[in-house]
């Protein structure tokens, strides 16, 4: 049972993963539009760090799950 339980953090650990990096990208490219204010340049760029660090976070969560599921 706690094998399953596992996997199946694994797999919502790693679509966090992939959502967080998707929004980083998405963040990055609003921080480097010039057409976009100051504030939102901003923003996007410090929105993008806290997603880079979601993603890190989630990516170790699910690779701890994934070695234990495995385990």
Known sequence: METINNAANYVG???SELT???SKEANKNVA???DASIGTRASAAKDAL???A???KNSA???GNKQAATH
Do not use: I, L, M, R
């Open 13 to 15: 650990d790693k679509a």
């Open 20 to 22: 967080s990096g998707a």
């Open 32 to 34: 480097k539009d010039s």
């Open 50 to 52: 806290g997603d880079k």
């Open 54 to 56: 979601d993603e890190t």
């Open 61 to 63: 969560s699910a690779e």
